[in-house]
């Protein structure tokens, strides 16, 4: 049972923040095809600025990237691109494929196969290198979270060529003698997916996420964020496509011999109050790239309050400069 609450609570790593845009409206979003899937994506930032790909965590949207930091990136000098991952959003939804049978999964892995899934974490990877070669981006700066830092490692040791520096924020190594979650009491308050679920379940699934997985730090707001959350809902009411990506995640295992190929200029952050991914394994994963450097945000949990953008936006931009 422990095991199956720690599948389940990887597979609500949303990381996101009330916070709302400033009276400008973002552009208009935008659909690719690449991979052999459809991808919804949006640009904003310096037209001429440093291509920075931002790779959304699980069950995350790109509507869900705080407003203020992607301000602050664009301000930065950075050309920002923001894209719902396969599953999530207004891209390619694997919805046939239903909610994964967790016991099945389990026994796969425990038994050292690979189990069945719609698609696997390098998949998604291969969708974000497969976005930047249809955009015609020839290298770009990586911010993944969540599960998209293990995305954006992936993309790091597959294709070194395409990625001028990596920044990973709540990323996990995969070391199975970690414990997850860090926090179990908190995030038990989240409800799981039900066969049946329709968008009230979802919105009431997505607003307890975002409660439990806010840094105490952060200053949650539930009324603040509940129009975001609305407007995620009619966008994506699919109820298990955050539970797809999760087995994604989790079936990727221990992520340390890979993350020790990497050579990009490499910065990871944690937050101090993470309730998902305990701060050992944050640090681990710098551990184990060559050079890469750790910093601990505190007060932050597993989201991406508007109050550390500016911390964040400094500390990528610095990591940036590391590169040729």
């Known amino acids: 049972m422990r095991r199956l609450l720690t599948l389940a609570c990887l597979s609500v790593s949303l990381i996101a923040s009330a916070s709302v845009p400033g009276g400008t409206s973002p552009p208009s979003a935008r659909t690719i095809d690449a991979n052999g899937i459809t991808l919804t994506y949006r640009i904003t930032g310096a037209a001429r600025g440093r291509p920075l790909l931002l790779i959304a965590g699980t069950g995350m949207q790109m509507i869900e990237w705080p407003p ?88 790091a040791e597959k294709r070194p060529d395409k990625v001028r520096s990596l920044n990973l924020v709540a990323a996990t190594s995969g070391n199975p003698s970690i414990a997850l979650p860090a926090d179990p009491a ?27 997985l806010a840094g105490r730090g952060s200053g949650f707001d539930a009324d603040a964020v509940r129009p975001l959350l609305k407007e995620t809902v009619s966008r994506d009411a699919d109820p298990f496509g955050f ?8 079936a990727a295992a221990d992520l ?33 790239i060559a050079g890469a450097r750790f910093l601990v945000i505190d007060g932050m949990g597993h989201d991406l309050p508007s109050n550390q953008a500016a911390a964040i936006v400094t500390a990528v931009r610095t990591n940036a400069a590391r590169s040729r």
Not at 76 to 93: K, M, Y
Not at 256 to 279: E, F, Y
Not at 280 to 288: M, P, Q, W
Request: charged share 20%.
């Open 68 to 155: 203020e930091l992607v301000a602050r990136l664009g301000r930065a000098g950075f050309r920002v691109i923001v894209f719902d991952n396969r599953d999530a959003g207004r891209s390619t939804h694997f919805s046939q494929a239903g909610l994964p049978d967790w016991g099945a999964i389990f026994a796969a892995l425990g038994a050292g196969r690979k189990p069945s899934l719609p698609y696997t974490a390098d998949a998604m990877a291969d969708d974000a290198i497969a976005l930047l070669e249809r955009l015609g981006i020839a290298r770009a700066d990586l911010l993944g979270v969540s599960g998209g830092a293990t995305v954006a490692a992936l993309v």
């Open 186 to 212: 908190r995030l038990a308050t989240i409800p799981q997916p039900s066969t049946g679920d329709g968008p009230p379940q979802v919105f009431a699934r997505r607003l307890a996420s975002y409660r439990a």
């Open 243 to 250: 539970a797809r990506q999760g087995a994604a995640m989790l």
């Open 256 to 288: 340390r011999p890979g993350l020790a190929n990497i050579r990009t200029p490499t910065l990871v952050m944690h937050g101090s109050d993470d309730p998902l991914i305990p701060l050992r394994s944050g640090r681990e994963v710098a551990d184990s």
